[in-house]
Every structure is written in structure tokens, then in C-alpha cells.
DNA sequence: ACCTGAACACCGTTCAAGT
DNA sequence: ACCTGAACACCGTTCAAGT
């Protein structure tokens, strides 16, 4: 912050901490990319070298598990109270959305894991609920591994895909150059370019919802 | 190759190609992970600089989007006279062995997206069967859509997953630790260290495939 | 207690020089 | 035509030195 002081203007840092850090990584991360990220871009945007950093976090490993942990925390925990299907719909879509808003989140969770505390009392909340709904443990274990990929999966595809981003239009012209090689490829091609994948996303949820529905009971 | 001629052995190194470049790219991803990939590593295990590769590749981006080409190339392409359920079932099943058998094509796939050329063939034959089956673009494009993030959902779990690894151990230390505060986690803890990712695969799959068959007709 | 500069062992990649 | 060594601009991390 600066406070301007008569004529003089003061600046004062706030002092460097493990919050502060995993907070500029995060900022770092959406605007550039999880890629862009390195320890002495970190400490630009602190205003320090890089070597600073190491007296508040061990190393970059502990970073990216912070900016895991931050991004999981921002998924509001579903309400036991709410029946189950509605729980797992409004949870789904909210984990989706956080997602969306730090595309970099799911490599990082293919890097490192997802075993920080955020994302366990995630976890363990989700469990729950699909154990009180009536779900055996075989059950509850086969519909969180299914609902934790079409999530992932989804998240996945969204940060993967190119069909909707710039270079759309290189492989438009290399499409229609191999179309009649790829004539289903081709033809699905404007689908799959303008597609939300919120509401894709959607659509697999309540399939998989009513699936899970089925074997229960 | 080595022969040897009476009392001295003549080294006749295969010469070095794009082909043999992608093979022994994914022997050492194989072995040692993508990470540990370096264009120096790979150059040595081809006994031969580093910088010899950039004469047959224009750089190491190329070489990941080979190593996913082949990948790719040897996933068997479903038989499209077959009934449209037992294509995806086999087709998904398939996909998973090879991405169960490299893991590290998943976080290639990320970084690198999937638009070479044995992606497109798969994904051209798929949906193919799909319309074929009488799902209309609208329909095969989610189908395709669910499926593949169900499949890479599972992929990614797979690769990401620590809880059939070593620090299993560390973790199981950390949860007893932490049991009161996530019970549901530690009850399912061994269910989810000792999963059979592949069946569990297959059980979502059925649910998908039963879910898109209702909404056909 | 916190920050720094120099250094180390690695990257991918370029380029002039060798054969 | 293919391979090489030296070099460049980057990494993460260590460590002795500064305040």
C-alpha cells in the first residue's frame, strides 16, 4: 500500500508471507498460465528476488500445493440438509466453476496430487452425504470415482481442448483439407468449437445422477 | 547392431530418424516418466548429442505430439458393424489399457491437446459408430463428449492418484492423525487405495452407455 | 530475522564449425 | 548431409554474506 504523506510519497510493502506468495501465484497463474510461473517471476511481482521466497516456503512444490488448496477452498461445501441429488448437482457445478475460473488447477492437481486439507474436507463432505443417502461404502466409493472424472474429465477437455480457441482456425483449415478422411470429424467440428461446456458438463451430471439413482435402493 | 568380425567388433548404430527419435522418447517416458524427458537424456540414450535431433525434428514440442501419435496408433479402432454399445464398451476399454500402459500421455495430452493425426482416425471412427446408431449430431456430440471425459477422467485419477502409491503409508499416517475430522474419507480410504481403476472404469461406462441409450428413440 | 548476489546443475535451442 | 561444442537465456535451489 502508499500512503502519500505531504510531498513525499512512502512505500510500504506489506510483509512477505506464505499467504501472500501463494496468493501472487494464483494471480500469476490466471493471467499466464500454470507454465509462466517460476520462482523468480514470483518474486518480481513481490517486489523481491527470488531467493526470498525460500524464507517463507520450502520450495515450489509447497507453492503449487498452496495454490491447490487456495482454489479448493473457494468451492462452497454442500449442504447435508439438501436431498443428496441436489447436493452432488449444486457441488458438481460449483467445483466445474472453480475450474473454469483457474484452468491451470488441473494440471497442477495431475502434478501434485490432491491431498491438501482444502480439498479433503471437500472430499469428506461429498462422502458423506452419498454415505447418508443410503449408499453402501462399495456404492459411495463407485460414485465419487465416477463423479470425481466426469468432473475432471470435463475440467480436462476444457483446459485441453483447442477446438475453441484461437488456433481453431489453423485446424479448421487443416480439417478441410483431410475432410474427406475425416468426414465425421468435419462434421461435428462447429459443435464441438462452440460448445459451453457448463452446460455439457451438466447434461453428463444428471446422467450419471440418475444412474447412480437406479442402484440405489 | 553389433557384429563381430573375427577379433574386432564393428558399432553399426541404426541411423537416427523421426521414427526412432518418438520410439525412444516413449521407452524413457515409459521407465522414468514424461518429466524426466530431456532432449539431452534422450539424445544420450540414442547415444548421440542433443543436438543432433533437431536435424530430424524441428524441436521437442514435436516429439511429445509423436509420442501421443503413437500412443494413439496402437489403440484398436472399434469395428463399425458391430452394435453401437459394444464398439464404445471395447473402444473405451482399449483406450484405458493404453492409457493405463503410459501414463504419461495424459499430461501430454493436456499441455499438448490431441489433434495429430491417429486422434483424429479414433475420433472420427467413433463418432461415426455413434451416428450411425442414429444419435443425432446434437446427441453424438454429448455422447462423445461424456465419453471421452469419463474416459480421461479415469485416465487422469489413475496417473494423479497417490493413493495406491508408495506414500500411501504417509497418508494413511496423516488420515488416522486427522480421523475425527474426516471420517468419511478414512472409511473409504481403503477402498480407494486398492481400487481396481479398471473395473471401476467399466462400471461408469455401463451407466454412460445405458444413460445415452435412453435418450435414443 | 529477513533479504541478497553469486554460484551450481540443470533446461531448450541457436549457430558456427567440423566431417 | 549429418553431427558436434560452445554459447545463450532461462530454470530451481544452495549458501555465504550482508543488514
Known sequence: MTYDVGMTVIETRAPLNRERIIGAA???????????????????ELGVEAMSLYNHVANKDEILDGMIDHVFTTIPLPDP???????????????????T????????LMQRGNFGNASLVFMNQVLGILRAAGFSDEETH????????HTMGYAFQQSSGSWHEKDWNGLEDQLSRLGDRFPHVVALAP??????FGSEYAFGLEIIISGLEARLG
Open 191 to 196: 459443435l464441438l468449437a462452440e460448445c459451453e
Open 101 to 108: 475460473a483457474h484452468p491451470w488447477v488441473v494440471s497442477l
Open 81 to 99: 440438509k439438501e436431498d443428496w441429488r441436489v447436493s452432488v448437482r449444486t457441488t458438481g457445478l460449483a467445483a466445474m466453476e472453480q475450474f
Open 142 to 149: 463407485h460414485a465419487w470415482q465416477m463423479l470425481a472424472s
Open 26 to 44: 494464483v494471480k500469476l497463474a490466471d493471467q499466464h498460465g500454470a507454465d509462466e510461473l517460476s520462482m523468480r517471476k514470483l518474486g518480481a
